[in-house]
């Protein structure tokens, strides 16, 4: 992973999307390697499961659950696959993903592109024996005529192979996907997903937008609170625009990377407070360094997830934060990673 800095140039010949699919190949290829020793200190307790570390790995970099277990061979705690539809979909026209390299950033508008839940289902069924906690990330096809309904389909499809289920309702690319989170179409949705789930098992999870009113905060965690969701992921990219350098800051689609940094700390603060932290809270966007995946947990995450960060640092970037933030803690003077979750 050393390499990565000599082979970034020649990566960043190609578009970004093909880059990712190339990515995705190559490590297909990859020899299933030993996960890495994790250190009893970043161990995190989240919805029953036992977490190695708090480092993960976001929803859609490996949308069809092709790569899991070479990504927990890079060193991340754990990985979340998807986003998956009932149905396969080719997602939105080329090109619809842009690095905006100035900026450290992405703007994506894939549209939940991915092969199917069937297919990924066959896939994580031959994994499920191995170590290492892979979750799956939910959400409808474009064309649905029951939004409801294909999530319902999506948790009894893939529950039987997921550690957790995220319902993914934050994506700007699926046109009105982001109104489900209005606070009577969100009810109504988690209700047809617990349903649809039974037992208590596997856990929940919900992913929110940055893009949020402080009225919206406090519904979304009035329902997540009242449907007993296991945790929020927040946040997913964001459809404003911070002033960015990049000739593609004009790109249509949610953005990732550094700009996101700032909005989606205040989110999470925002959410920590509505919800009481009486809710676990994930911390996503922006994070590259294991000063700011320390920050995210001081400020109320549980864990945190990465993807655009890597496009600039690299593969290995999971494996630096694991490795920085024993270091960290020492310096607080804390023994164990969740003594700082939202002391901040």
Known sequence: MALYPMLRPLVFRMDAETAHRATISALRLKPAGARPASDPRLAVSLAGLNFPSPVGLA???DKDA?????????????VEVGTLTPFPQDGNPRPRLFR???DQAVINRMG??????AAA???LLKRRHRPGIVGVNIGANKDAADRIADYAKGVTVMKGVADYLTVNISSPNTPGLRAL???????????????????????????VAPDLEPAD?????????DRQLDALIVA????TRPPLRSVHAGETGGLSGAPLHDLATQRLRDFRSATGGGIPLIAAGGIASAEQAYARIRAGARLVQLYSAMVYEGPGLAARIVRGLPALLARDGFDRIEQAVGVD
Do not use: C, Y
């Open 66 to 78: 092709q790569v899991p277990d070479a990504m927990l061979s890079l060193g991340f705690g754990f």
């Open 181 to 207: 989170q209005s606070r009577q179409a969100l009810d109504e949705l988690l209700a047809g997903v617990m349903e649809a789930r039974g037992a208590a098992r596997p856990p929940v999870f919900l992913k």
């Open 100 to 102: 905006l390299a100035e």
């Open 59 to 61: 929803a859609g970099f």
């Open 121 to 123: 289902l066959e896939r």
């Open 112 to 117: 939940f592109n991915n092969g199917g839940q």
């Open 236 to 239: 997913n990219t964001t459809i």
């Open 217 to 225: 905060i406090d519904d979304i965690a009035a329902v997540a609170h």
